[in-house]
């Protein structure tokens, strides 16, 4: 066989040297093309990159290590700390640890053109077009999820905009209808005032005088006492429906298999009761159904009704504090029963039976007595307050039933129904302006002090609600507002924080909830949301990598170019990414037909 002289020398160099002949004369085996100019011989010496010494240039690839750096050996395996460079033609350079070289292993995820293994056993056929076209591939999928998320968080910022106008127009129109609502509550509140003076006055020595007289004296009273027990009762109500809870799941979900004794009396003690009044049972479950917020505001409204029906005269609000009082008392004997049958059960139940529902009761009964002392904290300390009440009550409630008997013979014609329709406009409109106030607050909230975003991003999607059943358990994501885990057997709901802010530095593709419901024997549960882009919001999965601290991933718009100051324009990154896509697909092909058409410039 004929052998020309370049192929000669291109022969002796590459076995001798690892030495390649090429476009630039030398190529030198498992260089870094960035480095090329440091490897060019003077006077046929080369020195060590990190200026430690100066060899002959011969002594390159020699599979020898002769620089402390191993920069003397990049194509071979000779240098621990070398590295050797793939080209991986029509896919992206890599850069391999030298002692990877020659080992006769194919490490397609660094060199998928095989030159790692130009002298070992191993066969490596280059694979850097398809390995390349499929790395295009995801990276295509890539730009075009990223330009389709930049697109919708165009569309957010748009919606943003008209919802500002709309929202900043709605707090103009409230604060007008707010001054107005305050001017008529203003003479409404003077025509009360007129018609009782003018009651007063006809009133002066009836029966119907000295009760409102008296009504003048104690009505505040009745009525802060009757407020203090509504207070009360709203705990106890709580306190009950949460043993009625636990008592349930054990009756449902104990192991009767095991016989407990202490078990079957708190079951039986509880069947027979709720076998009595079985709207409690159902009572409960709609109180476990409830949220915080839902609970506050069934509360809040209860007490809106007490105040409308309860506090208009001394005798209406004299029977309420009474059905209070007995419902205090129904209430107190209820949960001293029901706590009984819990507590005997915990400390008579057989700890060595691993019973999930029990055990599970018993740490909740230990959670429930500490929530309880918690509660019932405010109601100690408002002990003498309700004390020297109830004795202002005691003494007045007769004189209040014998005064109504007598006033009832009374007439003052129209002028009764005048004040209690003058005091009915007055109190709408006091009640409408509290509305009013607490809309302006809430729409100047959101509009002055929040942070929504860059340019308002979060606007349209605010407080706007996303879920994931994970088996177990519900998880519920309220963007900017709150997160809940509920647990789908007894839709039980825990409170996994309210939103406290986003990422440190501004990051907007990041959410923190904080502050939710205390752990047992642990800290406040957490959460972090982590958005990745999409078009869509969506929660795609829930993890607790640490106890009560949950980490939440979520796909969405807000991972899309969205920066501290500004949303980037869709069209404008789409298309540059859509053409950096073309041209990289473009030059791999090239590439590849160029290795067809040349398949042994390097070796």
């Known amino acids: 066989m004929r052998i020309d002289w370049a192929s000669h020398v291109a022969l002796v160099l590459y076995s001798n040297f690892g030495l390649v002949l090429g476009d630039s004369l030398l190529a030198i085996r498992g260089l870094d093309p960035a480095l090329a100019e440091k490897y060019k011989p003077v006077n046929g010496k080369f020195t060590c990159l990190d200026g430690s010494k100066e060899l002959a240039f011969s002594r390159v690839n020699d599979d020898y290590c002769d620089c402390a750096d191993g920069s003397d050996e990049p194509g071979t395996s000779a240098c621990e700390n070398g590295t050797f460079y793939c080209a991986n033609k029509g896919h992206i350079p890599g850069k391999l640890r030298a002692w990877q070289v020659n080992d006769g292993v194919c490490d397609y995820d660094v060199c998928c053109d095989g030159s790692d293994e130009w002298d070992s056993e191993a066969t490596c056929p280059d694979k850097c077009s398809e390995i390349g076209k499929a790395h295009r591939q995801i990276e295509a999928e890539q730009q075009q999820k990223q330009q389709a998320g930049a697109k919708r968080l165009h569309e957010l910022v748009d919606q943003a905009k008209q919802l500002r106008e709309a929202k900043t127009a709605e707090l103009a129109e409230e604060q007008i209808k707010l001054e107005q609502l305050e001017k008529q509550l203003a003479e409404a509140e003077a025509r009360k005032n007129d018609l009782e003076q003018q009651q007063r006055d006809y009133e002066a020595n009836s029966n119907a005088g000295k009760l409102q007289a008296l009504s003048d004296q104690h009505l505040p009273d009745f009525i802060r006492y009757r407020k203090l027990l509504s207070a009360e009762l709203h705990i106890l109500r709580a306190h009950r429906d949460t043993l009625i809870l636990m008592l349930k799941a054990v009756r449902s979900d104990h192991n009767p298999e095991f016989n407990d004794e202490a078990v079957l009396s708190a079951i039986s003690g509880y069947s027979e009761f709720i076998d009595a009044y079985p709207y409690l049972e159902a009572a409960a479950l709609e109180y476990a159904d409830e949220d915080t917020a839902a609970r506050e505001e069934r509360q809040l409204q209860m007490d809106r009704d007490n105040e409308e029906q309860d506090d208009v005269s001394l005798s209406a609000c004299a029977n309420a504090v009474e059905i209070a009082l007995n419902e205090r008392q ?76 007598l006033a009832s013979d009374d007439s003052s014609g129209d002028l009764d129904t005048q004040v209690s329709e003058a005091r009915s406009a007055f109190w709408d409109k006091q009640s409408e302006k509290t509305q009013a106030n607490s809309k302006v607050s809430n729409l100047q909230e959101l509009l002055k002090d929040k942070d929504l975003g860059p340019e308002d991003v979060f606007l349209p999607v605010y407080k706007e609600c996303f879920s994931l059943d994970a088996g177990e358990y519900t998880y519920e994501v309220c963007l900017l507002d709150r997160a809940t885990q509920i647990e789908n057997k007894n839709s039980a709901r825990q409170n996994l924080g309210t939103f406290a802010g986003f990422g440190d530095g501004n990051d907007y593709s990041k959410l923190k909830f904080t502050h939710g419901t205390k752990c047992w024997n642990g800290p406040e549960r957490s959460m972090t949301v982590k958005f990745e882009c999409a078009s869509e919001i969506k929660l795609v999965s829930v993890k607790e ?52 058409d040349h398949p042994h410039d390097e070796l």
């Open 330 to 405: 129904t209430l107190n004997d209820d949960i001293s029963m029901l706590y009984g049958l819990m507590d005997g059960m915990r400390s008579g139940y057989n700890k060595n039976y691993h019973d999930l529902a029990v055990k599970g009761a018993v740490s909740g009964l230990d959670e429930f007595d500490r929530t309880r002392e918690r509660d019932l904290v405010e109601v100690k300390d408002q002990k003498q307050q309700v004390d020297e009440l109830k004795k202002t009550f005691d003494e007045v409630k007769p004189q209040v039933s014998e005064l109504a008997e």
């Open 545 to 596: 990598p640490e106890k009560c601290e949950y980490e939440a991933h979520m796909t969405g718009p807000f991972a899309c170019g969205l920066s501290q100051q500004h949303v980037e324009d869709p069209e404008t990154s789409g298309l540059e990414a859509a053409d950096l896509s073309e041209e990289a697909e473009e030059e791999a092909e090239a590439e590849a037909e160029s290795v067809k």
